[in-house]
């Protein structure tokens, strides 16, 4: 039986599960944050901070997954928060697999510190600040539940894609030319591809919102006509 | 009002969710499989007949997740039941990765074709032949509520890690030695963390099962003493 008392307490439910969620979305992106700043300055003492500091994301997952599955066992929720409550089931395992990511390019960042730099590092940065805006925009278009946010950074992924080509080209011509950059250059071009991926997981999260306010699938050109 | 007409009817629907989701685990899983035969055959046709149906497994993500909802809206179901149906929504996610990576193996596939071969393929058909297994061994533990198989598929990743591993030393090696390898290696490197991605997918699914039967969760060690 809902009352008004029942249905306060629900939408503050849901309110503080969106915060957790910014929050982990925020610890996450910090990650991805430091683990291409030890990336560009070489900085193994940071690169190790980020390596060792998995756990305030990993904490954050569990508790998240645990209310939501108590939001929905106890409010039996409908419609649009039904929608929203098993979204952020799954926006809590793209940002879970976004906190990987920043370890996965922290251990390539430390094999890369271990060689001479290939290259002065601009194209990589930009693809991470990209993904980050895209990580961000995402969380606070779920928050809001504002698709034309959603749809922006729907319409970022391109550029993802974009550099992330260019970035495999030109390190390719370096290994051509130089084999001693094989090694560390084989590394960039795989932080490339995680950073490919944290744009994929926002991505994600951003066709959820979508979903979730307007019922509409925009997942394989569902909703196209 | 739990009538065991509504019960009933309940419990076929779930069923038939199940039966979907090991469809799409065996579409998804087909895809992998013949992406790494056209691979391993030089075999261009079956190469571009994997990229070009992509289709089947994203037409079943879109009914799968519409199942799940409509499932939670009329039904509100409870416990180990509304684990299973918010852990399908997870597990279609995860298929259609699968379905994703099949893709991106067939792209690399294809472009290995145009190199003359840097190898003889051993270890790629293994990693793709341990992720298959762990893929279908994930669903059926889904499917039968099975814990004891969902651990076996946890046990299996550190293979598929090794191999990965023992590939990428392999073809570094090849790189080093002959700078026309470089550009082929690179595409076999791809390929076996796509493969490794697939095992990461099954994993999910696995740790999802645990999940669902036990409530517990053993993401993050959360379920070590």
């Given at each position: 039986m809902a009352t008004i008392e029942?249905?306060?307490?629900?939408?503050?439910?849901?309110?503080?599960?969106k915060a957790r969620l910014l929050e982990m979305g925020g610890l996450a992106?910090?990650?991805?944050?430091?683990?291409v700043k030890g990336?560009?300055?070489?900085d193994r003492d940071l690169i190790d901070h980020v390596l060792t500091n998995d756990e305030?994301?990993?904490?954050?997952?569990i508790e998240i997954d645990s209310r939501c599955f108590t939001l929905l066992a106890l409010h039996q929720p409908m419609a649009i928060d039904l929608r929203?409550?098993?979204?952020?089931v799954k926006i809590n395992t793209d940002l879970e697999r976004v906190g990987d990511l920043a370890i996965n390019i922290g251990e390539a960042a430390r094999r890369y510190a271990q060689h001479p730099p290939v290259k002065k590092l601009i194209d990589i940065p930009r693809m991470a600040s990209i993904a980050q805006t895209m990580l961000r925009d995402s969380l606070d278009a779920f928050v809001r539940q504002n698709t034309d946010l959603a749809q922006q950074v729907l319409n970022k992924d391109d550029e993802l894609d974009d550099l992330k080509t260019q970035i495999?080209?030109?390190?390719l011509t370096y290994m051509l030319q130089d084999q001693s950059t094989i090694e560390p250059a084989l590394d960039l071009i795989l932080i490339s591809r995680h950073l490919e991926r944290i744009g994929d997981h926002a991505?994600?999260?951003a066709e959820d919102v979508?979903?979730?306010?307007?019922?509409r699938d925009v997942r394989h050109h569902a909703g196209e006509t």
């Open positions: 029942h249905i306060r307490h629900f939408q503050e439910e849901l309110q503080q599960l992106e910090e990650q991805v944050r430091l683990a990336l560009v300055d070489r305030p994301v990993n904490a954050l997952h929203a409550i098993v979204s952020a495999f080209r030109e390190l991505t994600n999260i979508i979903f979730i306010v307007s019922a």
